[in-house]
T-cell receptor, first 111, second 116 residues
């Protein structure tokens, strides 16, 4: 099993551009999550999903959108990128909503 | 609402010394508790977790943590630090239910340095 995979690993965006961060898991987990990590701030939950077709906002959803059309995939969409979205983004999945398995992260810079 | 406080954003120990990373939580109901480790430029890896049962929990790489309900604490310890333990450590709490109750709330992290 590859676990949780994320693409791309790194990306530089210009202000106002948009992009999609990809996340795929092969563990057949129902729960999936997107976090952002900023230095000294821990991880903040952006969006989560408890199953295909179901998504909900986390603590910091503004400026982001998600979809969950399949169990495996949970892409995160950034529209109109802003410097405040410069961060490291982690995707995670869970079989039961508690213990989570993390991907390697995507480092995004918005200039 | 649940919250997690990790005392000390940086901890430095000598190789072979005791590692103690502190975590206190706030929760209106008995929570699930976790410690994750993050090595440079990597994702988070689960070290150990407390759900129910024995309050002293053993994890990977020789780490252990004790759930103390009266102190609302879940401190992480390791008797003898290795150079390879240098990383950032995150304490997290969640509720016991499904849906949003199962979401993890993370502390801000403690960066552990190990001196030779």
């Amino acid at each position: 099993n590859a676990g949780v995979t994320q693409t791309p690993k790194f990306r530089i965006l210009k202000i106002g551009q948009s992009m999609t961060l990809q996340c795929t898991q092969d563990m057949n987990h129902n729960y999936m999550y997107w976090y952002r990590q900023d230095p000294g701030m821990g991880l903040k939950l952006i969006y989560y999903s408890v199953g295909a077709g179901i998504t909900d906002k986390g603590e910091v959803p503004n400026g982001y959108n998600v979809s969950r059309s399949t169990t495996e995939d949970f892409p995160l969409r950034l529209e109109l990128a802003a410097p405040s979205q410069t961060s490291v983004y982690f995707c995670a999945s869970s079989p039961g909503g508690n213990e989570q398995f993390f991907g390697p992260g995507t480092r995004l810079t918005v200039l | 609402a649940q919250s997690v406080t990790q005392l000390g954003s940086h901890v430095s120990v000598s190789e072979g010394a005791l590692v103690l990373l502190r975590c206190n939580y706030s929760s209106s109901v008995p929570p699930y508790l976790f410690w994750y480790v993050q090595y440079p430029n990597q994702g988070l890896q689960l070290l150990l977790k407390y759900t129910t049962g024995a309050t002293l929990v053993k994890g990977i790489n020789g780490f252990e943590a004790e759930f103390k309900k009266s102190e609302t604490s879940f401190h992480l310890t390791k008797p003898s630090a290795h150079m390879s333990d240098a990383a950032e450590y995150f304490c997290a709490v969640s509720g016991k239910g499904g849906g949003s109750q199962g979401n993890l709330i993370f502390g801000k992290g403690t960066k552990l340095s190990v001196k030779p």
